[in-house]
T-cell receptor
Framework: AQSVTQLGSHVSVSEGALVLLRCNYS??????LFWYVQYPNQGLQLLLK??????LVKGINGFEAEFKKSETSFHLTKPSAHMSDAAEYFC??????????????FGTGTRLQVTL | GAVVSQHPSRVICKSGTSVKIECRSL??????MFWYRQFPKQSLMLMAT?????????EQGVEKDKFLINHASLTLSTLTVTSAHPEDSSFYIC?????????????FGEGSWLTVV
């Protein structure tokens, strides 16, 4: 079974500041990890994913995340926030290399607010 | 990137009627599609996994007779909410796993707002 915990339901940063969204996972098998972004009234867009290759994963829009097995974490970062980054961010986990590999379990989401 | 399209994006129906939501993968084939429900300001709750040519697998607590899922082709899955009630009002999102691509690549639709009055 897999689960995801996103610390902080709301994060507020100033434009140009570092963005750090936290995600910790629990998985009894090797995981795949994902970050998705959701803008109001829209579906989810994949930002990046970890699938057992490089532990530092670069995604779209300048985001990146680092898989740390020892900390069971997959935190999302961006060096400089932009107003357009304001959205809801979801961390998700799935099992790797199993028959149920596709089933994603989502965290509760973190709403990112970017202020001037 | 791959595109998943949902239709309709918004629908209002009367209580007691049925409504169908379509999920299409536009430029790839998907043997597996997923249906989620999302309440305002909450996370996504997986309702069921739809497999092309076979019965859907429902999550615990989801009524399969109320939420009918059909995955008749590699590019189309439908969710039918039968005998809808106001409590079924929600944002429904589908996703599709791209066939033949490793790494569990899943793309999401834009979502469909259902309001039952």
């Amino acid at each position: 079974a897999q689960s995801v915990t996103q610390l902080g339901s709301h994060v507020s940063v100033s434009e140009g500041a570092l963005v750090l969204l936290r995600c910790n996972y629990s998985s009894s098998v090797p995981p795949y990890l994902f970050w998705y972004v959701q803008y109001p009234n829209q579906g989810l867009q994949l930002l990046l994913k970890y699938t057992s290759a490089a532990t530092l994963v670069k995604g779209i829009n300048g985001f990146e995340a680092e898989f740390k097995k020892s900390e069971t974490s997959f935190h999302l970062t961006k060096p400089s926030a932009h107003m357009s980054d304001a959205a809801e961010y979801f961390c998700a986990v799935s099992a790797a290399n199993t028959g149920t590999a596709s089933k994603l379990t989502f965290g509760t989401g973190t709403r990112l607010q970017v202020t001037l | 990137g791959a595109v998943v399209s949902q239709h309709p994006s918004r629908v209002i129906c009367k209580s007691g009627t049925s409504v169908k939501i379509e999920c299409r993968s536009l430029d790839f084939q998907a043997t597996t599609m997923f249906w989620y429900r999302q309440f305002p300001k909450q996370s996504l709750m997986l309702m069921a996994t739809s497999n092309e040519g076979s019965k859907a697998t429902y999550e615990q607590g989801v009524e399969k007779d109320k939420f009918l899922i059909n995955h008749a082709s590699l590019t189309l899955s439908t969710l039918t909410v039968t005998s809808a009630h106001p409590e079924d009002s929600s944002f429904y999102i589908c996703s599709a796993r791209e066939m033949g691509v490793s790494g569990n690549t899943i793309y999401f639709g834009e979502g469909s707002w259902l309001t039952v009055v």
